[in-house]
């Protein structure tokens, strides 16, 4: 059974990723990817900082691409690198094909919203702003994996890579959906389950199960057969808002600590306080297993 969408129902989207920061991200790059329901203007390959990598733009580019190559679909999707670096203070943009990206799709006369997925730093969001203040006033909703627990934050990751730009963002007139530390967590996946459902779905399959336990075996100093994938949020929320509980709250700014500053300044954004990971997980599985059996590539 197959479902067409219409062109003019589809959601507009633009995915920006750290592709190569940790395991999940590749999840949320393909799951975008193989989603019908979506009109996909590009995907962003990100910086994740240095203390990884003294090239992470460049390996977030490499990553986007070997996915897409597995997939044989170089082709069909358009990637735009990002920012290689963060902004420099909250008043400089750094120019890269990605914010162009960002304001070339804002800036269309289109009905529907663009979305912009941000499973990293807000850099190229900020930045395609502070170039094209213009964009403010369109139907942008960025939706952001960053941000510690509320109300009282703390360090995490993807906040940590560009405080300045997650500042220019919160005291922006933008549509925001945050989707916090403490929520994103919420995606595991144990290792049997990817061996069951994703493992057999041909190259991107078995690549998405491999590199996973890669990552985690060089990373985790005890066994720890599951993964949380912390970015696929993102995706679910775009094809349901209501794919976790929300409340409307003042949009923070941040300490240099990376805790909340609440000044009661700022508009309201969209903070979501759980997600169904039950519907993300099946959705995406559902979609890679007939991806590979349309290529007669599916092993189960």
């Given at each position: 059974?197959?479902?067409?969408?219409?062109?003019?129902?589809?959601?507009?989207?633009?995915?920006?990723?750290?592709?190569?920061?940790?395991?999940?991200?590749?999840?949320?790059?393909?799951?975008?990817?193989?989603?019908?329901?979506?009109?996909?203007?590009?995907?962003?390959?990100?910086?994740?900082?240095?203390?990884?990598?003294?090239?992470?733009?460049?390996?977030?580019?490499?990553?986007?691409?070997?996915?897409l190559d597995l997939m044989d679909l170089r082709e069909q999707v358009h990637v735009a690198d990002g920012g290689e670096h963060a902004l420099p203070d909250e008043h400089t943009p750094?120019?890269?094909?990605?914010?162009?990206?960002?304001?070339?799709?804002?800036?269309?006369?289109?009905?529907?919203?663009?979305?912009?997925?941000?499973?990293?730093?807000?850099?190229?969001?900020?930045s395609a702003l502070l170039l094209e203040p213009a964009i403010e006033s369109r139907d942008v909703v960025v939706i952001w994996i960053g941000g510690g627990p509320w109300p009282l934050?703390?360090?995490?990751?993807?906040?940590?890579?560009?405080?300045?730009?997650?500042?220019?963002?919160?005291?922006?007139?933008?549509?925001?959906?945050?989707?916090?530390?403490?929520?994103?967590?919420?995606?595991?996946?144990?290792?049997?389950?990817?061996?069951?459902?994703?493992?057999?779905?041909?190259?991107?399959?078995?690549?998405?199960?491999?590199?996973?336990?890669?990552?985690?075996?060089?990373?985790?100093?005890?066994?720890?057969?599951?993964?949380?994938?912390?970015?696929?949020?993102?995706?679910?929320?775009?094809?349901?808002?209501?794919?976790?509980?929300?409340?409307?709250?003042?949009?923070?700014?941040?300490?240099?600590?990376?805790?909340?500053?609440?000044?009661?300044?700022?508009?309201?954004?969209?903070?979501?306080?759980?997600?169904?990971?039950?519907?993300?997980?099946?959705?995406?599985?559902?979609?890679?297993?007939?991806?590979?059996?349309?290529?007669?590539?599916?092993?189960?």
């Amino acid at each position: 059974m197959h479902y067409e969408f219409p062109d003019d129902k589809k959601i507009r989207v633009i995915v920006n990723t750290d592709a190569k920061n940790e395991a999940d991200d590749q999840y949320a790059i393909v799951h975008a990817v193989l989603t019908p329901a979506f009109e996909l203007h590009g995907v962003i390959p990100a910086h994740f900082g240095t203390g990884k990598s003294a090239h992470s733009l460049r390996d977030s580019h490499d990553e986007t691409m070997l996915l897409l190559d597995l997939m044989d679909l170089r082709e069909q999707v358009h990637v735009a690198d990002g920012g290689e670096h963060a902004l420099p203070d909250e008043h400089t943009p750094v120019d890269s094909p990605g914010a162009r990206l960002i304001v070339e799709e804002a800036l269309k006369d289109d009905p529907r919203p663009l979305h912009v997925a941000f499973y990293g730093p807000l850099t190229d969001m900020a930045s395609a702003l502070l170039l094209e203040p213009a964009i403010e006033s369109r139907d942008v909703v960025v939706i952001w994996i960053g941000g510690g627990p509320w109300p009282l934050g703390g360090r995490e990751y993807n906040l940590s890579n560009d405080i300045g730009a997650a500042n220019v963002i919160m005291r922006s007139g933008l549509t925001v959906w945050q989707i916090p530390q403490n929520v994103y967590r919420r995606m595991p996946v144990s290792y049997a389950e990817l061996a069951e459902k994703v493992y057999p779905c041909g190259k991107i399959g078995r690549y998405l199960v491999d590199q996973l336990v890669e990552h985690n075996l060089m990373t985790r100093p005890s066994a720890m057969p599951y993964r949380s994938l912390g970015d696929s949020p993102c995706v679910g929320v775009m094809m349901y808002p209501a794919c976790g509980a929300w409340s409307w709250r003042p949009a923070p700014e941040f300490e240099p600590t990376m805790h909340y500053r609440h000044t009661g300044e700022n508009r309201p954004i969209r903070v979501y306080e759980d997600i169904d990971a039950r519907f993300i997980h099946e959705d995406f599985f559902a979609k890679v297993k007939r991806f590979a059996r349309e290529r007669n590539e599916y092993e189960g």
